[in-house]
Nanobody
Framework: QVQLVESGGRLVQTGDSLRLSCAASGSTVSSYTMAWFRQAPGKEREFVAAVRWGNGITTYEDSVKGRFTISRDNAKNTVYLQMSSLKPEDTAVYYC??????????????????WGQGTQVTVSS
């Protein structure tokens, strides 16, 4: 079992930067892929970014490329999402997730095995 706890979400203004954290505990996550998803009101949950814990390979959704950076701290068992140039359309609940899928870096939520409770990010215009 893996427990994931997100933090860092808050109200910011357009153009601001924000860093989300996801602390993992329980089973070792060294072979997992860690990801961030988001869900805006009335919309489906969508993939944002992922990082393979072991080799650090990253994948990003097109709308956040160049603005968001996912990273992990092995010593702290923590994954981060550094967000910059935030836009109102980035407003959503952001979820951290862990996947045991090994064939590729998964972007589909159904391939993720563990989820955090979410943290709200609101970007005002």
């Amino acid at each position: 079992q893996v427990q994931l706890v997100e933090s860092g979400g808050r109200l910011v203004q357009t153009g601001d930067s924000l860093r989300l954290s996801c602390a993992a505990s329980g089973s070792t996550v060294s072979s997992y892929t860690m990801a961030w998803f988001r869900q805006a009101p009335g919309k489906e949950r969508e993939f944002v970014a992922a990082v393979r814990w072991g080799n650090g390979i990253t994948t990003y959704e097109d709308s956040v490329k160049g603005r968001f950076t996912i990273s992990r701290d092995n010593a702290k068992n923590t994954v981060y999402l550094q967000m910059s140039s935030l836009k109102p359309e980035d407003t959503a609940v952001y979820y951290c997730a862990a996947s045991k899928w090994v064939l590729s870096v998964p972007t589909q939520s159904r391939l993720y095995d563990y989820w955090g409770q979410g943290t709200q990010v609101t970007v005002s215009s």
